[in-house]
Structures are given as structure tokens and as C-alpha cells.
């Protein structure tokens, strides 16, 4: 499986390459180009605005005292798709446009869940539990003072 992995990583910049090429030949040089960045610009301002969604949803989630395993597992893969969509080529911001789709990113989340559980339940992933005590001792500095926005110092 890491074979394919790395196999897939070096033909991607030569299928970049036949694609911008084909696209080029019906578009025109500059059209394509401008069409790489507009599809990055749009596709990077979708990914900052469900980052931020994805983050108000994590400290909900933490507020709530519950373990925010879907919200970092979307954030991730918002990073990815991030990643896709400034990587510039057709086939890595049609990737990232997937990403964008919260059902897609579900899906996937999922799958790498499941994955990974088949994993620990096989013995094959190793899992380190550390058990302690945390305790909080008085400290002898008065705690920092927090300005509000507006205040004066």
C-alpha cells in the first residue's frame, strides 16, 4: 500500500502537466492560468470560512465537555483540501473542491475511523494509555490581570 501511495505522488505532477496541457490547447495560456487562480482564491476563501464554522463547532464541542474527534477530523482534512487548492493544478483543486463538501468529508472521516479501529482491535496500531493525578497547588504571584478590549492600561 505505501508502494501505490508514492507511486501516485510521483505520476501526479506529470497527469498536472497533461491536464494544464489539454486545458490550455482549448482555453488559451492565459485563460488557463487565470482560470489555476481563480479556482485557487475562491476554493482557499470556502476553506477559510468552514475553518472558522469547523472552529466554533470545536469549542462548542470542548465547552460541552465532549470529545471533538469529528471537528479534527474535519479541521485536518480542511487543511488538506487547503493544501490541494494552493497546489496549483486541476487535479489537486478538484480534490480540494471535494473536500470542501462536508458529506465527503464525512465520509471520509469515517473511513479512516474505521480503519483505524480495525487496526487497534488487530493489535497492529499501539496505543499508550497514561494514567496520572493532576493537582493544583497555589501559586504565590496573584494571577494576570486580563485587559477587555476597549480598556485602558
Not at 470545536?58 to 471533538?68: D, F, K, S, V
Amino acid at each position: 500500500m505505501p508502494f501505490l501511495i508514492v507511486l501516485a505522488l510521483l505520476a501526479l505532477p506529470f497527469a498536472e502537466i497533461a491536464v494544464f496541457i489539454a486545458v490550455g490547447r482549448q482555453l488559451g495560456v492565459w485563460a488557463t492560468l487565470g482560470l489555476t487562480i481563480l479556482i485557487s482564491l475562491i476554493g482557499l476563501s470556502l476553506v477559510a470560512s468552514q475553518g472558522l464554522t469547523n472552529l466554533r463547532r470545536l469549542q462548542i464541542t470542548l465547552h460541552a465537555g465532549e470529545p471533538p474527534v469529528a471537528e479534527l477530523v474535519h479541521g485536518a482534512l480542511l487543511f488538506i483540501a487547503g493544501f490541494c487548492l494552493f497546489v496549483p493544478g486541476f487535479i489537486t483543486d478538484a480534490a480540494g473542491a471535494l473536500l470542501l463538501l462536508p458529506p465527503v468529508r464525512a465520509w471520509l472521516g469515517r473511513a479512516f475511523l474505521g480503519v483505524l479501529l480495525q487496526k487497534a482491535r488487530r493489535g497492529q496500531a499501539r496505543v499508550v494509555i497514561i494514567e496520572g493525578e493532576a493537582r493544583e497547588t497555589p501559586s504565590a504571584e496573584p494571577p494576570p490581570r486580563v485587559i477587555e478590549p476597549g480598556e485602558k492600561r
